[in-house]
């Protein structure tokens, strides 16, 4: 991520490559001779979703039969997998990749579990009959052989698999299922194929030339041109592919790449989506040039003594003499500091260069407040020329964990009000666009929130541009934990280490944390993996055993999972040394505009789980305070049972829609906090009062529940005051005996003085008469910007609401929607509403309302700004038949404009404005946010 500065005037390689792609010259002279060329790969990618349950990874085991035998799990032979693997043949499938010899399903004193092994040196012996640990298990005589596959081969034809482009989630464009799996969302999690095209310029025949995948779903494996590049089965982490020069063609022939993905050999007891999910670019460098993630900018610290470091390869033939400038610069490209790293020889391998420390002068520190980033550009020089070049943001900050004083920036105490989230999005799944991603950090900062856990993996690496930018908190999570994932650490830590956000690493999440509790030998493993790469921030995980029960002598912070306040003051107590934070809790179910006694398995209230939950650390001081909220959004997967589909644990449905429960946050970590209060999410001052339960005639209810920042909640139906109720902390009025009549129902918040303050007013609704059309993302409102940039990827986030004759949205309607584009470089890709119940297709134009309120995703079509897109339109053989890539933006007309339709209430229409900057983009807009005032919860009123 780059400073909006570098973005809009770009430094002059970059500049130089644009204009050299609008010359619209040949592809065999195209490349412009720069250091660095990257070029997007997202567009033209062919895909088929396959249904032959045959074509899978070797999981046969011809050894040794494990099954009922004794195997010694303390992790040392045989290795712990994640909670994913919920049966015997799930297991086995967890070993179907060739550097796996050995699984083992068990049974153990807490639970079932899978554990495989990457060595023949396991330690199993033959138990008495009945008594072996080990329910079905097997290991293999020896490693299977490279599968062969006709998708695989250039000559296949893929005319007729449909056209997609990255980020593209394979599993969310299944039908849902009451025989797939209930954890993941009850959508099959099918093997899917992807193909390429792609022609390569001549000039590169000479450069080092790779492609970058920021990260694929699940268990992948790739050939290009027949070559099979590997198999890689992280699914959070990114892939980066050496293109061999022995098999890859520069003289204008089509090259094909074709990728084998299989989600169902995730982790996860959720949903987490599959395939292409995130972007993928091509790059070309010289044959001294800059790893991927090789620029370490150290965030920690003032900017005194600033010593950032760059590893550099050299694949070419001779000893080369190297060196590197470091510069920091400002968002007007001010320069503020530089240094250099000592020139040495290097020869045909990889080697860090470390500067000499220097002062970065007039440094703005980086905190929730005032989040300000800069940008450092890294030369490397070969015998005297550029051979190399690249940016990253850099903010500057002291943090500290503290045993008794909890977390501090900047010598000031933070407390931490953080939400955990996985994530998919309704309509879209895991593909989910910058701008929804924005509009979910904006939410988590409308109801106080001041950090994220990225539960419970990293997430794409464009989420830590726009937290870096709106000053919130990261707590960076890995996904497995296991010997064999210590790399997977190692490449987390890499990736994130120059994101000011990021406070914290970690390495578990709950049970998997346990899985070497005899000599913590994973602990230590994936602790330096991690002070290796950035030896400056804390190591935690999420800890889920009873305070007796802890083994952490390889984690600087002590993160809990779901435990009350005698847990924390029993470690504190045993442990006054140890900072300690709240790392998940609070899993309060409700749902969208459902009144009590709805029938529905939750309902909108559920204020005692937040007065009694949230409160076991907010009262407590030497806690740091809440990483994770169980969960800012309902995500698809864990709901229970079918006919549910997805969670109801968020504030906010599955399509971004508030719950009161945001209110309820918005009222005590925002409103009720001092302006000014180090780690304060927004800087205004604010009331909130808000009325739980609809006012509507089907299911009226007959108790009201108020959530308000005010101590005191009056409630007036259709005029008459039926008194006043105390709101205790954390709490919230309850008003009962409710007689329901048509009409309005005022809360009002009062002062101590007795004044009335702040109001929430509800409206019964008459008969359905209209559909009404707002843009929520990009929206000023919710503090997501004003317009949609060209670039062929960012969407907006549109709602669609059935309202009567006076404009109140009916909560009891449930019309189906349609969706269309009436003009304009725009198309649907995802439509919801919100409900854990419903079963309708995500990729279609239509979607019945629920409680009044339907969702489509818009993404833009067409890409006009992306950088080196006209490169990519030469290198992408089915350039422009999905997106369309122009060498410029038209200068009039830019609009989108969507329609929506209900039967028996007409249509409407909303124009979506259009920008041709880059800088518009979410990083972009995110950056000159502060100061900012907005209220994303008011935009639903």
């Not at 790779?210 to 892939?239: C, K, M, T």
């Not at 008469?769 to 929206?779: C, E, K, Q, R, V």
């Amino acid at each position: 991520g780059l400073t909006v500065g570098e973005r809009e005037k770009g430094n002059n390689m970059a500049t130089l490559m644009l204009l050299l792609a609008l010359a619209s010259v040949s592809v065999a002279s195209l490349a412009p001779s720069s250091s660095r060329i990257v070029v997007p790969f997202d567009y033209g990618w062919r895909w088929k979703l396959y249904d032959k349950a045959g074509e899978a990874p070797d999981e046969s085991f011809s050894g040794k039969n494990l099954t009922g035998m004794n195997c010694d799990l303390s992790g040392k032979t045989l290795h712990y997998t994640p909670q994913g693997r919920l049966n015997p043949t799930d297991c086995s499938k967890a070993c179907a990749t060739r550097e796996c010899y050995a699984y083992a399903y068990v049974t153990s004193p807490w639970h079932s579990a899978c554990y495989i092994s990457f060595t023949s040196e396991i330690n199993c012996t033959m138990a008495s009959k009945g008594n072996g640990n080990v329910i079905m298990g097997g290991t293999r005589d020896s490693i299977p052989p490279t599968p062969k596959y006709t998708y695989s081969e250039p000559s296949f034809s893929d005319d007729s698999w449909a056209l997609v482009d990255a980020p593209h989630d394979s599993v969310i464009n299944n039908s849902y299922t009451a025989t797939a799996d209930n954890h993941h969302g009850s959508l099959e999690r099918n093997v899917s194929w992807y193909r390429k095209q792609f022609k390569l310029p001549s000039d590169w025949s000479e450069k080092h030339v790779s492609i970058h995948f920021e990260a694929i779903f699940h268990l992948v494996d790739i050939w290009i041109n027949d070559v099979h590049y590997g198999q890689f089965h992280s699914g959070y982490v990114p892939i980066y592919l050496t293109l061999d020069k022995k098999n890859i063609k520069f003289d204008g022939s089509t090259n094909v790449i074709a990728i084998r993905t299989d989600p169902s050999f995730g982790s996860g007891h959720w949903y987490e989506g599959g395939g292409l999910y995130r972007s993928c670019k091509i790059i070309a460098t010289n044959d001294v040039f800059i790893v991927p993630d090789g620029v370490f900018a150290p965030s920690e610290g003032t900017g005194k003594s600033f010593t950032p470091w760059v590893e550099v390869s050299n694949v070419g033939g001779d000893d080369v003499k190297v060196s590197a400038q470091f510069t920091v610069f400002d968002s007007d490209g001010k320069a503020m500091g530089s240094g250099k790293a000592s020139e040495m020889s290097v020869g045909k391998n990889t080697t860090t260069l470390k500067a000499s420390p220097f002062d970065v002068e007039g440094v703005s520190l980086w905190e929730i407040s005032s989040p300000t980033v800069y940008r450092m550009e890294t030369i490397i020089m070969r015998n005297g020329e550029i051979s190399d070049s690249m940016n990253v943001t850099v903010g500057f900050r002291e943090t500290h964990w503290d045993s008794n004083k909890g977390f501090s920036i900047n010598s000031q105490r933070n407390r931490l009000r953080g939400f955990c989230h996985h994530e998919d999005f309704g309509g879209v799944g895991a593909a989910v666009p910058d701008r929804l991603n924005m509009y979910r950090i904006q939410a988590l900062r409308s109801v106080g929130g001041n950090s994220v856990r990225t539960s419970h993996n990293p997430y794409r690496r464009s989420m830590y541009d726009i937290m870096d930018r709106l000053g919130v908190v990261v707590w960076d999570e890995a996904r497995d934990y296991d010997s064999w994932n210590v790399q997977d650490m190692a490449a987390m830590v890499r990736r994130d280490r120059n994101s000011p956000s990021v406070v914290i690493w970690s390495y578990c999440n709950e049970i998997e944390c346990h899985q070497d509790a005899v000599d913590n030998h994973t602990q230590f493993e994936f602790r330096k993996a991690a002070k290796m790469a950035d030896p400056t921030r804390p190591t935690s995980y999420n800890w889920v055993q009873p305070a007796t029960d802890v083994i952490d002598l390889g984690v600087d912070v002590h993160g809990i999972s779901h435990y009350n306040s005698d847990t924390y003051l029993q470690y504190h107590a045993a442990n006054p040394n140890m900072p300690m934070v709240s790392s998940e809790c609070c899993s309060c179910e409700t749902q969208r505009g459902e009144n009590p006694g709805s029938g529905s398995v939750h309902s909108s209230f559920d204020g005692d789980c937040l007065q009694s939950q949230v409160n076991w650390t907010d009262s407590l001081d030497f806690v740091a305070g809440t990483m994770g909220i169980w969960t800012l959004m309902d995500y698809y997967g864990e709901p229970g049972k079918w006919p549910y589909i997805s969670s109801s644990f968020g504030q906010f449905d599955l399509t971004g829609v508030p719950k009161p429960h945001a209110h309820w946050y918005r009222a005590w970590w925002l409103c009720n906090i001092k302006p000014g209060t180090p780690g304060r999410s927004l800087p205004e001052s604010c009331n909130e009062v808000r009325i739980v339960e609809n006012w509507d005639a089907q299911n009226a209810p007959t108790s009201i529940h108020v959530f308000s920042s005010m101590k005191q909640v009056e409630l007036v139906v259709n005029g008459k005051s039926l008194g006043t109720k105390m709101v205790p902390h954390y709490g919230y009025a309850l008003f009962n005996n409710v007689q329901y009549a048509p009409g309005t129902i005022v809360a009002y918040g009062v002062d101590e003085s007795g004044k009335r303050v702040s109001n929430h007013t509800l409206k019964s609704a008459k008969a359905a008469h209209a559909i009404t059309l707002i843009i929520d993302a990009p929206s000023p409102s919710t503090g997501t910007g004003s317009k949609l940039v060209l670039d062929g990827h960012d969407a907006a986030l549109i709602r669609a609401s059935i309202v009567d004759s006076d404009g109140i949205v009916l909560p009891s309607d449930n019309s189906t929607v349609t969706f269309s584009i009436v003009s304009g470089p725009g198309r649907i890709i995802g439509v919801g509403n919100g409900n854990p119940q419903s079963h309708e297709h995500n990729k279609i134009n239509h979607r019945a309302a629920y409680h009044g309120i339907a969702r489509a995703v818009v993404q833009t079509s067409t890409d006009c700004v992306s950088e080196n897109r006209m490169i990519a339109a030469s290198i992408d053989v089915e350039s422009g038949r999905r997106t369309k890539v122009k060498e410029s933006c038209p200068s009039e007309d830019m609009k989108i404009v969507v329609e929506a339709k209900v039967d028996g209430l007409g249509s409407t229409q909303i124009t979506i404005d259009l920008s041709a900057s880059a800088a518009d983009l979410p990083a972009g807009v995110a950056e000159r946010m502060h100061p900012d005032s907005f209220n994303l919860l008011a935009a639903y009123d």
